[in-house]
């Protein structure tokens, strides 16, 4: 007891309180002590071991990231301790060091900073087998420096089988259970002196351990400026401010256009048309409004449409409704005589105030005669032009399709060509962007990413686009929706699996049946 009062002072323990601050942590003191106790064990009896080991491995089994709390208190105890020489942190990437590893000498790690050196496996895409080598130069060639590897993307124990001789120390982040969730609250409630009770304790212990963090400190924020105690009150005092800030909160359609991937021709002229239109209103001198939004499959013409929609209604171009229809062939020509002129004089009268978007509208112009040889299409377009031209000033027609259907049929019906006031060509995305459209479907269902599956994912979008029928966003979201199934199935067969990781082999599951010089129809997985 006495030799634990020696090894393990006052200054030690401080640091080791920072863990208890969040829940996973605190276990990993005892480790942590047992690290202390060892280094001043060796240090004090000068053992002879040929040796000594402070390297650790960390696995998560949360499914938060603590990795920042808790190395930053292994690198203080680390540095005050005298087991490294200053408490940086280092993220390394060990590819620096893959050409000739074994030739190298000390002279040439003399630029790397004092610290604690952080191996994050699933940060840069490689396997324990795949570095051993490097890790055991790195080790050997910088005594004066300590080494955490985050294994959480493995099998556990797989790094400490790989490495055992330098890692012999390992971690874990556990996962956060509704108890001791509702622990950390009442720890936070009772030393701001708040009152509660234990069914709002539930209630809030049934959100996600971030969400209740941002909750905590949302609610001491107005306990303070209400001069008030008691949570209930607070909370219901929040949620009153919240539904009369409801409006205020929701995104503009300006900034949604602004969030879109890619597109910044198409945004810019948008801009220009919307800056163009307030203009003319204020002058009394409104042009028509009708648009054409030429390009291929996936391109956002539809999402674009709808946030035109939005910004129409927020400027009060038309009116101040959001009137917002949507039509295709079907919703305009029928199938018998006498059906086309009413159907399409209702979608027309559907969309005053607002906008008529028509989809694939070069369809409408694909004739088809009855047995008496009558033109349904030429009837539609008929009907359709003339409701374009009634309706000025109270309508937004905005045709959409692929730009040489599109052309050809705003050629052969002079009429379309002469209402059409502004016209718009959808780029293809670059693989650059389709990756950044599949982050962002990830990123709104909580998936993370394993950083090897970037350049993958460009590289393949690359050959991709080299297909004829190829889709763009559209591919991106059926590729996402087959990729979480491909994740969940392995994830049944490991339980051990992080399920809010998506892996590289989940997306070469998808994938691995793709051709790029193919003309078929693209078939990896997705519906023909």
């Not at 509660?196 to 609610?219: A, G, V, W």
């Not at 900034?255 to 002229?269: A, F, M, P, R, T």
């Not at 209402?419 to 693989?431: G, K, L, M, N, V």
Request: glycine letters at 4%.
């Amino acid at each position: 007891m006495k030799l634990d009062e020696e090894l393990l002072d006052e200054n030690n323990e401080k640091i080791l309180r920072k863990l208890d601050d969040t829940i996973g942590l605190s276990k990993n003191k005892i480790i942590l002590r047992d690290i202390i106790k060892y280094h001043n064990v060796m240090k004090q009896y000068e053992c002879n071991i040929e040796f000594e080991n402070y390297n650790i491995v960390i696995r998560n089994n949360s499914s938060y990231t603590f990795y920042e709390e808790l190395i930053s208190v292994i690198a203080e105890i680390y540095y005050k301790n005298g087991i490294i020489l200053d408490p940086n942190i280092l993220y390394f990437n060990p590819d620096e060091f893959r050409h000739n590893t074994r030739k190298k000498e000390k002279s040439e790690y003399k630029d790397i900073k004092e610290g604690l050196i952080v191996i994050d496996l699933e940060a840069i895409g490689r396997t324990p087998k795949g570095l051993k080598e490097e890790i055991e130069v790195m080790i050997e060639q910088m005594p004066t420096k300590a080494f955490v590897i985050l294994e959480d993307e493995f099998r556990e124990g797989e790094v400490n089988a790989v490495l055992t001789e330098y890692f012999s120390w390992s971690m874990k982040i556990d996962a956060i259970s509704n108890e001791e969730k509702e622990q950390y609250i009442k720890k936070f409630l009772d030393s701001n002196e708040l009152t509660y009770n234990e069914e709002i304790i539930k209630e809030l212990s049934d959100n996600p351990y971030y969400l209740i963090k941002n909750k905590l400190t949302n609610i001491l924020v107005n306990s303070k400026i209400n001069n008030e105690k008691n949570l209930i009150k607070i909370l219901n005092k929040d949620e009153k401010l919240k539904k009369s800030k409801g409006k205020v909160l929701q995104k503009t359609g300006m900034q949604e256009l602004d969030e879109l991937i890619g597109l910044n021709e198409v945004k810019e002229q948008i801009k220009k048309i919307i800056s163009f239109l307030k203009i003319s209103k204020t002058r009394n001198n409104m042009p028509m409004l009708h648009m054409c939004f030429n390009g291929n499959p996936g391109t956002g013409k539809t999402t674009v449409a709808r946030i035109v929609g939005k910004i129409f209604a927020e400027e009060q171009i038309l009116s101040d409704k959001k009137i917002f229809v949507e039509a295709q062939r079907c919703d305009l020509i029928g199938k018998y005589v006498g059906h086309t002129a009413p159907m399409t004089q209702k979608i027309i009268e559907k969309s005053l105030g607002g906008i008529l978007f028509i989809d694939e509208a070069y369809s409408i112009a694909s004739y088809i005669q009855d047995e008496g040889g009558r033109d349904f299409g030429a009837e539609c377009i008929a009907t359709l032009l003339k409701g374009m031209e009634d309706n000025r000033e109270n309508l937004c027609v905005i045709l959409a399709g692929y730009t040489n259907e599109m052309q050809h049929m705003l050629k052969v019906n002079p009429g379309f060509e002469s209402r059409i006031q502004f016209t718009i060509d959808f780029p293809d995305y670059s693989a650059e962007a389709l990756y950044n459209i599949f982050k962002n479907l990830c990123a709104k269902e909580k998936y993370k990413i394993s950083n090897n599956v970037k350049k993958f994912l460009i590289d393949h979008f690359n050959k991709a686009k080299l297909n004829k029928n190829f889709s763009n966003a559209r591919y991106v979201r059926n590729l996402y929706e087959k990729v979480k199934i491909e994740q969940a199935y392995r994830i049944t067969i490991n339980a051990n699996e992080n399920i809010n990781l998506i892996k590289k082999c989940d997306i070469e599951k998808v994938v691995e049946n793709f051709k790029p010089n193919c003309e078929e129809k693209l078939k990896i997985g997705f519906c023909a």
